[in-house]
């Protein structure tokens, strides 16, 4: 233990030169400190409200587990005053992490790693030491060990910069406490001594880092990354993902495969997915950021879907099949996170939909009476295909009764006019039907093409204007007559049919679209 | 030691855009009024307009192409030479 310092904010004595970079009354020295977040932690960015208080400690030493007991309750109360806080241990991010949660600490946490260039830049040589940054980035005052009457000096001061009363640690004894050395001020041998365990909690630390969905995610070591790239080049960029703009070199959607749980082989789907998702006519930053619960539909055709085992049968769009789940979600992390959609932060989604975790599904091109979905769009049949769409959540439609397939066209097509919603006529965005192998097979019978099907279900869902003018509409409707027909779609087109499912059981589904974005439907080669 | 992890993040700093200086009032300034096509948007920046004239500000009325993507560089060129203020319209 070193001896106790105090209420150093008054001549800085202790802490460098007056007025040096680091010590009272200087600049606030940079923060070579690792976050639990993306991006770099800065003074700007720390005090961009007003101030802060930089808390040094570490995780072996009983005083700074006082200071992080103490004031840690306090800090959102600080942060809505304008005072951000954050924890620097002395020790690996990990580590640093579990101990902030263990003891209640409120604020941001950041770790450093030896030879502790945070603590040095701070002339930090006791921890806790408590820094006070205020506004113009400029050291106002520092206390070192635990000093609760200095502590409460220092967060008065703080307060009046801000304009605010902040509220102070309690006075309860201790009221002093010394502290513990730096390891920032011992020799490095004796440093590595002191340093506790890391590790052991990965998946706890994926949480904390925010690396994930909400689901536990597989831990992205380098050479999981190497292994998903598989030869190819980290380094080169598919470009931005909105809506936060982060680059999407391959490294990064390598990452976000393993996150997701995906083999190795799965990693060309996810890479055209990922080209598929940044095509400008997709439109993903409306996608990643509205209020609509729309996520992104992965339909993969070609001979890939065999070759890494995706499900187009069975269970098609539900759970139990390692590549639909993985590949979905791959795509869906790549947006959260490397694109900084996460729910709640700049993905403003009211109720988002289970989708969201992730939809990849493949065509059973071999039950389909029709071309599928790749050649519909311009692709040989021998071509492994990516198509993305914007769509929300599944709906099931249930028809055991149909014999002509005029009567089951009609039940699926009239199950999606309520698709976005009851009265919005026409869509102009894709619904997306899943016609399972028994409907498919009826309409195979019936000798209809896609073509046909499609347009029967066109003409079919029609309404008067008259029986739409009522809550959410869209201006045709109103501008229309009220005996006047208005059609769902605005065209056949809007209409996409995939065939998939198990080969018993008559359900298809329909997913409804993502409205007014602009977005179209855009499909990459898998290569 | 903590493991060597990939992260899925980008975590180039960028420098944070300070916010433009607020005038004290709105007299003899130039408003331009943001349209981002959302639905009644409009009928708000209608009213903004004339509010902001009685107060003794110019106006001038741009439109997004679409609500739902970033203005175009073009049109934020258009707005950051056209006017000291900026109205824009969310709506539902």
Redesign the interface.
């Known amino acids: 233990m070193e001896p106790m310092r105090t209420a150093e904010g008054s001549d800085g004595r202790g802490a460098g030169a007056v007025g040096a970079a680091g010590a009272v009354g200087g600049p606030a020295a940079e923060l070579a400190v690792r976050g639990t977040?993306?991006?770099?932690i800065?003074v700007?960015?720390l005090t961009?409200d007003g101030g802060a208080l930089l808390v040094f400690v570490s995780e072996h030493c009983p005083t700074s587990a006082l200071a992080l007991r103490r004031l840690g309750p306090l800090c959102e109360a600080w942060a809505q005053a304008g005072l951000a806080a954050i924890a620097i241990f002395e020790d690996?991010?990990?580590l640093a992490i579990r101990t902030a949660r263990r003891l209640g600490w409120g604020g941001q946490v950041a770790a450093q790693e030896p030879p502790y260039p945070a603590s040095r830049a701070y002339q930090v040589t006791t921890v806790p030491t408590t820094v006070l940054v205020g506004r113009g980035g400029l050291v106002a005052g520092r206390v070192t060990g635990w000093d609760q009457r200095a502590l409460a000096g220092l967060l008065h001061e703080a307060g009046q910069g801000l304009g605010a009363e902040l509220a102070v640690p309690p006075g309860a004894e201790p009221l002093t406490k010394p502290g513990c050395s730096s390891k920032a001020a011992i020799e490095p041998e004796l440093a590595a001594a002191m340093s506790g365990q890391?590790?052991g909690d990965?998946p706890e630390e994926m949480f904390e880092r925010?690396?994930t969905d909400g689901l536990p995610v597989i831990?992205?070591?380098?050479e999981r990354?190497e292994a998903m790239l598989g030869g190819r080049d980290?380094g080169e960029s598919l470009g931005l993902v909105p809506p936060?703009?982060?680059?999407a070199t391959l490294?990064?959607v390598?990452?976000?495969a393993?996150?997701a749980g995906c083999r190795p082989a799965y990693f060309p789907v996810v890479a055209a997915a990922a080209r598929a998702v940044l095509d400008p006519a997709f439109?993903l930053?409306?996608?990643a950021v509205?209020t609509q619960p729309a996520g992104q539909l992965v339909v993969v055709n070609g001979p890939v879907r065999e070759t890494i085992g995706l499900n187009s049968g069975m269970g098609a769009l539900g759970p139990g099949f390692r590549a639909n789940l993985t590949i979905g979600r791959a795509v869906r992390?790549?947006v959260s996170?490397?694109g900084g959609a996460m729910p709640g932060a700049m993905d403003r989604a009211t109720l988002g939909h289970m989708g969201k975790l992730g939809c990849c599904i493949a065509e059973d091109e071999q039950v389909s009476p029709w071309e599928p979905l790749h050649v519909e769009r311009g692709f040989e049949p021998g071509q492994s295909v990516v198509t993305v769409i914007g769509s929300d959540a599944p709906l099931s439609i249930s028809d055991h009764r149909s014999r002509t397939p005029e009567d089951l066209a009609y039940i699926l097509a009239w199950a999606a006019a309520s698709a976005w919603s009851t009265n919005w006529w026409p869509l102009a965005d894709p619904s997306v039907f899943v016609i399972c192998p028994e409907h498919a097979e009826m309409f195979r019978g019936a000798g209809w093409t896609k073509q046909r099907l499609r347009q029967f279900m066109f003409d079919a869902v029609r309404k008067p204007a008259g029986q739409l003018q009522r809550g959410e509409t869209t201006p045709a409707v109103h501008a229309a007559a009220p005996d006047a027909l208005v059609p769902k779609w605005a065209s056949p087109e809007a209409i996409v049919l995939l065939v998939a499912g198990g080969e018993a059981g008559r359900y298809s589904a329909v997913l409804g679209p993502c409205t007014?974005?602009?977005?179209q439907i855009v499909s990459r080669e898998v290569t | 030691m903590a493991a060597d992890y990939v992260s899925p993040f980008d975590e180039r700093v960028r420098a944070a855009e300070p916010l433009a200086p607020r005038p004290a009032s709105v007299q003899r300034q130039h408003a331009v009024l943001l349209d981002i096509r959302k639905n009644r948007g409009a009928e708000f920046l209608d009213r903004m307009e004339t509010l902001l004239r009685a107060e003794g500000a110019s106006t001038a009325r741009v439109t997004k192409e679409i609500f739902s993507k970033p203005a175009a560089l073009g049109l934020i060129d258009e707005i950051a030479s056209g006017g000291g203020l900026v109205v824009e319209a969310l709506a539902d």
């Open positions: 977040g993306p991006g770099r800065t700007g960015g961009a690996p991010l990990d890391g590790g990965e925010g690396w831990p992205p070591t380098a990354v980290g936060a703009m982060g680059e490294a990064r390598a990452a976000c393993v996150l439109n930053h409306g996608q509205t992390l790549l996170l490397t007014g974005m602009g977005s």
